[in-house]
């Protein structure tokens, strides 16, 4: 599947689907085999403990996102699917990251801390571990700007979202 990229959008797709061994790989695969890459995914246990929720992001273009989630809901496990567009929805990231922080370095540290309102995790001679949630464009300018320090090492989530309003996904077990 080619997208002329001129056309391709971000889409942030929840999917609740049930706790079991197995669900990951096949939700994946289908987005796999679709042509899509996954720029971001995240997995957590829902207030039931027998759904988990997937949030995936993807770029493609309304006609393919349409046909997946056509073919998600073909999906034996998959119990509901949403297609959150960034404008209305809540969507954040967590990051960590190790940067170098000898004691020159910690004050000029602190400021980014302070701007970004990040958190200090961990503190060495030589090293800090700060924390940082956010929309994308946060994050990545804080790494950008950490990267005159040293980055030493990072991790970060991905993406989950909630749309914003009063209307909520659940699970067919809540309606």
Known sequence: MYIHPENLRRYTVGVLVDNEPGVLSRVSGLFSRRGFNIESLAVG?????????????????????EQLVQQLYKLICVQKVQVMHSRNAVERQLLLVKVKAGPAEREGLMRLVDIFKAKVLDVTKSSM?????????????????LEDYGVLELVRTGMVALERGDGVMTSDIFD
């Open 129 to 145: 571990i700060l924390q940082i949630t956010g929309e994308n464009d946060k994050i990545a300018s804080l790494l950008s700007l």
């Open 45 to 65: 246990p829902t207030q039931d403990d027998e759904v988990s929720r997937i949030t995936i992001v993807v770029k493609g273009d309304d006609a393919h996102i």
